[in-house]
């Protein structure tokens, strides 16, 4: 069933390709200038400043390598990975728990990896925005599962369990190409599960040495210098602050209270069935523990990202707490029919953590798949002679004006391009998001950002000027913008940016282009690789 059910997904995602744009679309062009810039032979950290994970731009530039250099690309990779998460979450949730709740539990990840809708949107906002935000709740998940819930009796300790300690090292890896946070949060996961005893030190000594081993297989094959990517790191960290953080984290805690208790509800009836006759038993402190922890660990990650809602690590709570139900004797039932609606009931707050963002991103594929029968979006006209000739936008839709406005902008600044654009041009975008290098074909300059925001550069924290400049001959900046809050240059760099012998060759209602001087003043440092 879950072989069917993941093949008419992919195939689905396969035939519509990209979806009608309804939400943020302007986030879009992030994924796709940092895959163009993979498939042209640039590396992130050591050829441009990258402050997002990584994994997301390389699932993306495969996506290109098996098609062609497009929006759909994005969701090709997505599909790829949903595939490639299918098998260890099956082998570890069929050691774990029942056929049922795995199927379910795989279904929702594999939604969790696909859907292009931000976590917390409604349905028809579609875009491709924070998609490394889904890509690291599945792999934090998985490790979840494999830290905290211990194997069924009858697969006892043996060769499986080590290899899922290798899978948990690569698991790690992963995190950390999704964000940094879920990797640092991962961390803290397999300190927790040392502690509560979950694992053993040598079990989490052998899952160490598998992630040091996989990140450096991961950075000699992307050619990623480790002390770069620490350095964009530590830039990105610099620009965020504990205290912005704290108020998200406080109505994250009032909006999901609720689900606390109701999670620690399996653990109280888990106590009871393990106490036969009212005898005594100390209260399940571990178990209870790694609710509290995966609640906890479903805050932060709420914390320190921008989604407006969903925290699909609470759904990963519950499967444990149905599974400690599932386990426990039936010392207390009087007969099967009460053993029969415990298990119901386990069952239904399952299906509460799953249902709703369930029921959401189907909603959100029949949205996508009722515009791709109806033809019902609009593409700009500049876009229609170039690879990206799929990005598409909603024509009648709940954000119609937004969109009408991106639309306009990405013709103005194409049509900008398109009258000074040579083979010789090497263009440093510095603005939120770049869709015009893939779209005209042009080759991406050494140097720059895929994301220019106050969560990537501040006064205090960004890259030096000469590494944001890079090998660039021409730069383009946004004067404003209908579709982000764009970051001024003067006010990141202040006299050094104002010295720059910047030429300007045009200035439209939304851009600025500038020419650098022929000798170039922004070469990458030695430290970084030179320009080919």
Known sequence: MLVVALGALGALIFKVGAPAMNGCPWDTPILLGGAWRIVCGQAPHRDFYNWHGDLPYYMTALGIKLNRPCVSAIDYGNALLMGALALPFLAVLRRRTSALAAFLYSIFIALLVITPRPLGDPYDYTDHAM?????????????GLVLFLPPREGFGKGWADWAEAVLAGLVVVALLGSKLNYFVLGILFLAVALVLRRVGPGWAAVCVCSAAAFLGLALALAQIPFPALAADYRIMSGCHSVSNRL??????????????PLLL???????????????????PWRQAGVIVVLYGGA???????????????????????????????DALAESPAFAATRHAGAFLVLLLFLLPSMITDLKTFRFITDRHLKKDWDTPEA???????????????????????YMAELTEGIQLLRRHASPEMRLDALMAADPFELALGMRPALGGTMCLSAMSVTERFHPTLARMLGN??????????????????????????DALPLQLVEETENFALFKL?????????KANAPAR
């Open 131 to 143: 998609m490394y935000n889904r890509y690291g709740e599945a792999f934090i998940a998985l490790l």
């Open 247 to 260: 108020p998200r984290l406080v109505t994250g805690a009032m909006k999901s209270i609720w689900a606390l």
């Open 265 to 283: 509800l399996p653990i109280w009836e888990h106590f009871l069935g393990n106490a036969p006759g009212g005898g005594h038993r100390a209260w």
């Open 299 to 329: 805050l932060l990650l709420f914390s320190s990202n921008t989604q407006m809602g969903e925290m699909p690590l609470l759904a990963l709570a519950a499967v444990y707490g149905v599974e400690l139900i599932l386990r426990q004797g």
């Open 383 to 405: 876009l229609q002679s170039t690879p990206m000739n799929d990005f598409r936008f909603v024509r009648y839709g709940t954000r119609w004006l937004e969109m009408r406005a």
């Open 472 to 497: 660039a001959t021409h730069i383009l900046v946004m004067r404003h913008s209908a579709s982000a809050d764009e970051v001024p240059m003067h006010g990141i760099y202040g006299a050094e940016w």
């Open 517 to 525: 001087p022929e000798a170039g003043v922004g070469q990458l440092p």
